[in-house]
Every structure is written in structure tokens, then in C-alpha cells.
């Protein structure tokens, strides 16, 4: 049986609900060997795009430069799979090369124009997933 998920998406006012509850996603890009390389990371959504900063030399920033494809999810609902909810994208993502948009993600993840403290000298890039498809789900909007 199809299930119908505009039924059960998120409200734009849910959809920021869950976003703001939930601080970290699971990114996944896909490596060289073609399989997903799915990990979690601390986000913040900026002008459409979910943004994280990671190594450069990061098995996922060498994915996205490879294929400059990846999705992502955030959800919340913990043992209880009646209480589930959460949201997934898919679409192109990139290492971010603009300094402007670079301190927009950092204000946005720090609060301030930094990276993170303390990386012990790795060179430091962001990553923006733009979104091609979002799709939502609230299973506690199923019927009992």
C-alpha cells in the first residue's frame, strides 16, 4: 500500500519545530566505490541550503568534490515508531568557496564569523547541500 505523505508532512511551522530541536543531521555522499558514506554532523540551514563545516581532507568533502551529490535527514521520535517525524533531502551539494556565504554558515553554526576551535590544524571547508527534493513525515498524524 502507497503511503500518502502529504498527509502526514510537516507544517512549515513543524518543519522549523523539528529543525530547531534537532541540532545535528545524517549527511550521506556517495564514495568512490558507488555504496553511501552516511554520517552524522552539526548543521544550520542558510538561505535554503543545510551547511556544516568539515576536514577538507574528510572522506565526505572527497565524495562531494567526486560526485556532487548527497541527501540528508534529521528526525526525532526515539522508540516509539508511532511518535516518528523527520525530514529528508536530496539533491547537489558543494564545498563552499565563497567567503561571504562562508561567514554566513559560521554565524549561523558558532554565532560568530570562526570555525571551530581546537581542529588541531586541518584546514577547515563548509559543505552546502542545496536541496532538489524535501520530503516530511509525522507519523503521530496517522490514524489509530
Given amino acids: 500500500m ?3 505523505y502529504d498527509k502526514i508532512a510537516l507544517t512549515e511551522d ?3 519545530g523539528l529543525l530547531g530541536q534537532m541540532p545535528v543531521m545524517r549527511f550521506a555522499s556517495v564514495g568512490p566505490d558507488g555504496l553511501p558514506h552516511v554520517v552524522p554532523v552539526a548543521f544550520a540551514e542558510v538561505n535554503g541550503k543545510l551547511c556544516f563545516e568539515t576536514d577538507d581532507d574528510a572522506v565526505k568533502t572527497k565524495n562531494v568534490r567526486a560526485t556532487r551529490k548527497a541527501a540528508a ?3 526525532a521520535g526515539a ?3 508511532s511518535q ?3 525530514i529528508m533531502w536530496r539533491g547537489g551539494a558543494s564545498v563552499v ?3 561571504e556565504f ?3 554558515i559560521e554565524r549561523a553554526l558558532f554565532g560568530t564569523v570562526k570555525s571551530i576551535p581546537g581542529a588541531d590544524g586541518h584546514q577547515r571547508v563548509k559543505i552546502a547541500l542545496t536541496p532538489e527534493s524535501e ?3 509525522d507519523f503521530r498524524k496517522l490514524p489509530r
Wanted: aromatic share 8%.
Fill in 97 to 99: 568557496h565563497d567567503r
Fill in 73 to 75: 535527514v534529521v528526525d
Fill in 102 to 104: 562562508e561567514k554566513q
Fill in 84 to 86: 516518528h517525524r523527520g
Fill in 79 to 81: 522508540d516509539d515508531y
Fill in 2 to 4: 502507497t503511503r500518502d
Fill in 14 to 16: 513543524e518543519r522549523a
Fill in 135 to 137: 520530503i516530511s513525515w
